[in-house]
């Protein structure tokens, strides 16, 4: 579901920013995203970068903007933590949201139309995450350093874990491919950008050339937590 | 012996720029001979623009073995450390 609703404010961020007017309906699952999710306060003036969700198991939509790059995946592992895990060690979530984030500032040249959420099922222990942007998207920023290769074999590129773009001068790759390191072979991550989807699990990679167009990068993926083991400190490592 | 606090460099700083500082002490410190000892207490995120900014950039320039014997961690998650080592065998 995060998927669809990032999706979704993808795309009333850009009608409204071609001046159209964008209704929802509120007598069908309008009320729950209007209401519940809070769409009504994000595309006013002044309006909030991040609200809570009205359910507890959905980490309500964030604008992303650079000022709260950092700020938000701290808020990703409080409210894990404070809702579902109290002492499990949640760094590679935070990692992942992490990595996730500073790709859209460092390669997408978004706007502000820009947006993150997701949702925690504890039935399955699943964890769902979705981010979507609106910027140049992935093939066209792996072209700059490789040109020629198609949508599909850039996104390809864009795991590979010593390439980079050198967009900035700390990028020396490892960043996307770190999200699929979160993944077990259960779990599954999805890059829709440009003509390209990248579909992966820690195991498998696969590209695919899509027939639609996707102006920016889309990316989601869901993470099973159930094997997460308790937070353990060292009190101390040498490198021998 | 320098001792970095991490936590209250991310205070002020993002990761690269956290990174960035702890590759200019390690850059002071290692080459004439003293430790570093990086005190990870409350840090439960190591990205990759920290580590690229700080070890990657460090072992980039004067390779792995440099650091035996000069860098060392406190208080840090298990996982982090593994991932720090993971991250080493990918570089090097």
């Known amino acids: 579901m995060p998927v669809h609703l990032v999706t979704l404010a993808y795309l009333i961020d850009a009608l409204k920013k071609e001046g159209a007017r964008v209704y929802i309906d509120k007598n069908t699952i309008g009320s729950f995203i209007y209401d519940n999710l809070h769409f009504k306060d994000y595309f006013s003036e002044n309006s909030p970068t991040f609200t809570t969700a009205e359910d507890e198991r959905i980490l309500g939509l964030w604008r992303v903007n650079e000022s709260e790059k950092d700020v938000h995946p701290k808020r990703v592992q409080d409210y894990l933590k404070r809702v579902f895990f109290h002492n499990k060690d949640l760094s590679a979530v935070g990692g992942s949201v992490t990595e996730a984030y500073y790709n859209i500032f460092d390669h997408s040249r978004s706007t502000n139309n820009a947006w993150s959420m997701m949702k925690y099922d504890e039935s399955n222990e699943r964890l769902s995450v979705a981010v979507c942007d609106c910027g140049i998207g992935i093939p066209e920023s792996i072209r700059q350093s490789i040109p020629n290769l198609t949508d599909s074999d850039a996104l390809l590129q864009a795991l590979e874990y010593k390439f980079t773009t050198q967009s900035k001068s700390y990028n020396g790759g490892m960043g996307l491919g770190n999200i699929k390191d979160a993944c077990t072979a259960e779990d599954y991550l999805r890059i829709f950008s440009g003509w390209g989807i990248l579909l992966a699990n820690r195991d498998k990679i696969k590209v695919v050339q899509t027939p639609f167009y996707f102006q920016g990068t889309l990316l989601y993926y869901d993470l099973s937590l159930s094997h997460f083991e308790e937070e353990e400190v060292l009190e101390g490592f040498d490198f021998l | ?92």
Request: charged share 25%.
């Open chain 2, 1 to 92: 012996m320098c001792k970095i606090i991490i936590k209250d460099i991310l205070k002020d700083n993002d990761y690269p720029q956290a990174g960035g500082y702890v590759f200019d002490v390690m850059e002071k410190c290692i080459p004439n001979g003293e430790t570093v000892t990086l005190n990870m207490e409350g840090v439960e995120v190591l990205p990759s623009m920290f580590l690229n900014a700080s070890i990657g950039r460090y072992v980039e320039k004067y390779g792995i073995a440099s650091l035996k014997g000069r860098l060392s961690f406190e208080k840090i998650l298990s996982s982090l450390l593994e991932r720090i080592k993971d991250y080493l065998k990918r570089i090097s």
